[in-house]
């Protein structure tokens, strides 16, 4: 595990045990603190107490400055908008590494900077190819172990919370977002096509999932030990890397596509194209947490007033104040609506049976998913690559000739 990985993990569990501290669940605090202490001494991986330290000292820092955001007391916008800029931090100091490390095997110089193992997690096909060879084999890959982690802990976060990774922890939906404010600067205008074609279009996305696993699910379980053995899994990592590095003009024209669609609409990307939102968007519906609307405490049934604050606030058009349950695919329960609503205890993150979901709950949820499986996953021995850096060298010198 790279240091960037150690301190972003160590951060972000801390920060949930702060977060439980505050939000009184002692226990839980304590449990999270423990593991996570628990895991370094295990380890004894030296990246992991320097982490450590740091991590408290910058939350101890941020509880002197910004008390009521580490205690997770604001509101959810906030809360989220925070969540999102840190992984995407995170997330770009992991590029810059992987590209570090990446030119230097290039060049024939043993990388001083490691791999992070993380960025396995943009290998999905080769995520599920290994949790398939896990089902079905019983075989653990120990060339990307990662993609198979990151891949379940995604899914979960689909199974447990809706969408909630695309809407508080995706680095590309934050930057659909920046994009789609800077084509506002310029052109104020909601673009937003008809009801008869938008449905379609939100349909490609689960094309292409079911395109993609339609290659997982047609590969033979008899071959995949073939192909995890495979020169080409070994560097599918590489190959992801050098397909964004020296695009085509078909991908040129793809990438220009998918900025165009985020610049066009909101949550363009998520909502037409994104693969990931598309499986997201199917585990979602078994979600016990939902958007639920209190008949009760709405205005609009208690006051018979016409308000529609939660579905203005939308970023997916989801029409909030007309449903009692948002079942909707695209909800990536972002609480826009829930911080929106005047009324308290009309709009809430809830299961059926009334168990409720603060933006600090959905936070500890979504970060103990996020960091605390992939934490366990390294401390048993599965997470970091087991491919010798002198291989990897060796195959990135033969790229372009190495295919499946
Ligand atoms: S329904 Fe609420 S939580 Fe879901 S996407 Fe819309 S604003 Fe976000
Ligand atoms: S914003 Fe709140 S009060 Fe208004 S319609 Fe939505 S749920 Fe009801």
Not at 43 to 55: H, K
Not at 141 to 165: E, N, S, W, Y
Not at 223 to 237: F, M, Q, R, T, V
Request: glycine share 8%; with cysteine; charged share 15%.
């Amino acid at each position: 595990m790279s240091f960037i990985e150690s301190l972003t993990l160590t951060l972000a569990l801390l920060y949930t045990c702060s977060l439980l501290y505050w939000s009184g669940k002692r226990w839980g605090a304590v449990v999270s603190a423990a593991s996570l202490l628990g895991a370094a001494l295990v380890t004894l991986y030296w990246p992991l107490f320097i982490a450590l330290l740091l991590a408290a000292g910058v939350l101890a820092l941020a509880h002197r400055h910004q008390s009521d955001l580490v205690k997770g007391e604001v509101r959810a916008n906030t809360l989220r908008e925070g969540i999102q800029h840190l992984l995407a931090l995170s997330i770009l100091l992991v590029g810059i590494q992987y590209a570090a490390n990446a030119v230097m095997l290039k060049l024939g110089i043993t990388p001083y900077l490691m791999r992070p193992d993380v960025g396995d997690a943009f290998l999905p096909i080769a995520g599920a190819i290994e949790l398939k060879a896990i089902l079905t084999l019983g075989i653990w890959d120990q060339t990307h172990p990662a993609a198979a982690v990151m891949l379940a802990v995604v899914i979960l976060t689909g199974l447990l919370c809706k969408r909630a990774f695309c809407g508080w922890a995706c680095p590309l939906g934050l930057a659909g977002e920046y994009l789609y404010k800077l084509r506002k600067r310029f052109i104020k205008r909601e673009l937003l096509p008809p009801a008869w074609l938008d449905w379609p279009l939100r349909m490609l996305k689960y094309l292409l999932l079911a395109g993609l696993l339609y290659i997982v699910l047609g590969m033979p379980s008899a071959s995949i030990p073939h192909y995890l053995e495979g020169n080409y899994h070994k560097i599918a990592d590489l190959k992801m890397a050098l397909f964004f590095v020296t695009p085509g003009l078909i991908t040129l024209a793809c990438f220009a596509m998918i900025l165009l669609l985020a610049a066009w609409r909101r949550q363009g990307f998520c909502r037409y194209i994104c693969p990931y939102g598309a499986l997201l968007g199917l585990t979602s519906f078994l979600s016990p947490f939902k958007i639920r609307r209190s008949t009760q405490h709405c205005l609009i049934e208690t006051k018979g007033m016409n308000c529609d604050k939660c579905t203005r606030a939308c970023p997916a058009n989801i029409k909030v104040h007309q449903q009692g349950t948002v079942r909707s695919d695209e909800c990536q329960a972002c609480m826009r609506c829930v911080s929106a609503c005047p009324k308290q205890e009309a709009l809430h993150f809830s299961t059926r049976n009334g168990i409720k979901l603060s933006a600090r709950g959905l936070t500890i949820m979504l970060l103990l998913l996020l960091f605390m499986i992939p934490l366990i996953a390294y401390v048993g021995g599965f997470w970091v690559s087991q491919t010798p850096t002198e291989i990897r060298m060796y195959l990135i010198q033969h790229l372009g000739s190495i295919g499946h």
